[in-house]
């Protein structure tokens, strides 16, 4: 997979399933500009994508504020010319049972993760129908599909993602755009190390493939949607799951 003379933007890059993806397209050969409101930890993956031989740029940015989006999107205008490749992967999570869920809580978790989405695919499509090349993934959850309690806002949000994908790869899909989604499982990252070891052994036996998945399973698969071998590919949620769920 080249992605040789590409440029990406992949927001909630500081760490984690974010920082994996980013030097994955690095990898690939992609430019990046990564996206982050954690700018310290974000300039430190610029300088690994920069040793790589690749050339990037780290944003302070917070997706949630349409503003701060389309600053980002000038800036990297700016200095790359062009933006071929999105992924929405910035996503927090509130949880609670829904009973107990503070109002604010639900709203700043769709905020983020939704409307995020939404403000990032709309400041870059533009460029994309102009130039008649674009892939945009976007990052969802396995939970989105199979549920959880006690995740309500965070599963509302991420099922609203995969909507969102497929309702954009139809409108863009003309203009050799593809729009898809990836629906990870359990994941080690440091959201989840701090996971009681009953939980972890718990999550384990929901998984056939017997161990939780790395945020490299993840990347690879979003270097995948993002590359030439997948240019007939939209509308689609990839599952990087384990086998947990089974659509």
Not at 57 to 67: G, I, T
Not at 153 to 162: E, F, H, L, M, R
């Amino acid at each position: 997979m080249n992605l040789a003379g590409r440029v990406a933007l992949v927001t909630g890059a500081a760490q984690g399933i974010g920082r994996a993806i980013a030097l994955a397209l690095a990898e690939a050969g992609a430019d990046i500009a990564g996206g982050d409101v954690k700018l310290e930890q974000l300039q430190a993956v610029a300088k690994e994508i920069e040793a790589l031989g690749r050339k990037a740029l780290a944003l302070p940015l917070d997706v949630s504020s349409p503003d701060a989006v389309k600053a980002a999107v000038d800036k990297i205008l700016e200095v790359f010319g062009k933006i071929d490749i999105l992924v929405n992967n910035a996503g927090i999570t509130k949880d609670s049972l829904l009973m107990r869920m503070k109002p604010e809580d639900w709203d700043l978790v769709l905020r983020v993760n939704l409307n995020g989405a939404f403000h990032c695919t709309r400041a870059v499509l533009p460029g994309m129908v102009k130039q008649r090349y674009g892939r945009i993934v976007n990052i969802a959850s396995v939970v989105a599909q199979a549920g959880n309690p006690g995740q309500a806002n965070y599963i509302a949000s991420k099922a609203g993602i995969i909507g969102l994908t497929k309702a954009v790869a139809a409108e863009v899909g003309s203009r050799n755009i593809t729009v898809n989604a990836i629906a990870p499982g359990f994941i080690a990252t440091a959201m989840t190390e701090n996971l009681p070891e009953a939980v972890r052994q718990r999550m384990l036996t929901l998984i056939p493939l017997g161990r939780m998945g790395t945020d490299r399973d993840i990347a690879c698969g979003v270097r995948f949607l993002a590359s030439e071998e997948a240019s007939y590919i939209t509308g689609h949620v990839l599952n990087i799951n384990g086998g947990m769920y089974m659509a």
